[in-house]
């Protein structure tokens, strides 16, 4: 890998896992969400990084929780958050997550089943590692507690502005035999629930990514399009156009730009039966010792 991308990809893995750090400090009772994720995007920015996202999900929500402008979502005791921080450098991403108990002790398993999971993992990461082992290494810790993985979520390969770039990393044995290769950057994240161990989609989207690019009409959704072509296909949310543009233009503008194709909406993911969910995730090149370049001095996995 060409030194110069090496040490963008390394500056923003640093970033992204120390604001991670610091956002999760902030999830005590009676906080404000918003306050939170704007807290993440501000310090990303002060650290010299440009924001791929800055998510939170709460208890049953896995994913794709981001609070619009208005939300006045307060942190409870007990509550299960998991943080999930996107930094870039010119596009080269670093994607990393983790998961606090707010002012209780009740979930230290679930936890502790993520954390083994994604060690378990990596342990395994180097070229010729096939994807169906990075899964049932996975599956297997989380069985240990008597959880599962949720099996519909999984982690990814990520390449220059692609958070997802096409290989999928399973959390459980999906039989795929692909082999990881020298260089490839991946994010691993096991999701771990004592419910049935699959999410759907609820509630409404307040993540949105380009999807294509065409003509718009309205002046709404041509300022909000221009806009988001900044992100060069990265996630964006509503509130960084709500506050530019004001609430009902806003909504106007993405739903024309939904309806024509050119974003698509990414509602929050909820587990079915309503389990708890607890997640840990790195990023990583691979390596015959992989270099995981999300890792904080104070995570243990």
């Known amino acids: 890998m060409d030194p110069e991308i090496l040490a963008k990809i390394q500056k923003a893995g640093k970033i992204a896992s120390q604001v991670r750090r610091e956002g999760a400090a902030k999830f005590v009772v009676g906080a404000k969400a918003l306050d939170i994720m704007d807290f993440c995007e501000e310090r990303i920015l002060k650290l010299g990084g440009q924001i791929a996202w800055a998510q939170m999900a709460i208890n049953e929500t896995a994913a794709h929780f981001c609070p619009e402008e208005n939300d006045e979502t307060l942190i409870k005791e007990g509550d299960l ?6 930094v870039h450098q010119d596009g080269w991403l670093a994607d990393n997550a983790m998961t606090v108990e707010v002012g209780t002790n009740q979930y230290s398993d679930i936890i502790k089943a993520s954390q083994n999971a994604l060690k378990a993992a990596i342990k395994l990461v180097r ?56 260089g490839m950057q991946i994010a691993i994240e096991p999701f771990i629930t004592p419910g049935q161990g699959l999410i759907k989609e609820k509630g409404k989207a307040t993540v949105w990514m380009q999807a294509k690019d065409k003509g718009v009409r309205s002046p709404y959704a041509k300022k909000i399009l221009e806009e988001i072509k900044k992100q060069n296909g990265l996630p964006f949310t509503n509130r960084w156009m709500s506050r ?7 909504a106007l503008g993405l739903r024309e730009l939904e309806n ?13 039966s309503g389990g708890m969910v607890a997640q840990f995730e790195h990023s990583m090149i691979v390596r015959d010792k992989p270099l995981v370049y999300t890792r904080h001095e104070d995570d243990s996995w």
């Open 260 to 272: 024509s194709g050119i974003i698509h909406g990414y509602p929050p993911l909820v587990e079915v």
């Open 127 to 182: 070229p010729g590692t096939k994807l169906w082992e990075l899964g049932e290494a996975q599956m297997s810790e989380a069985e240990k507690f008597g959880y599962t993985t949720i099996t519909n979520l999984c982690g990814h390969s990520i390449e220059r502005w692609k958070t997802h770039a096409g290989i999928s990393i399973p959390t459980y044995n999906s039989k795929n035999k692909t082999e990881l290769q020298e």
């Open 244 to 250: 530019q543009f004001g609430r009902g233009p806003t």
């Open 81 to 86: 958050i998991k943080i999930d921080i996107g």
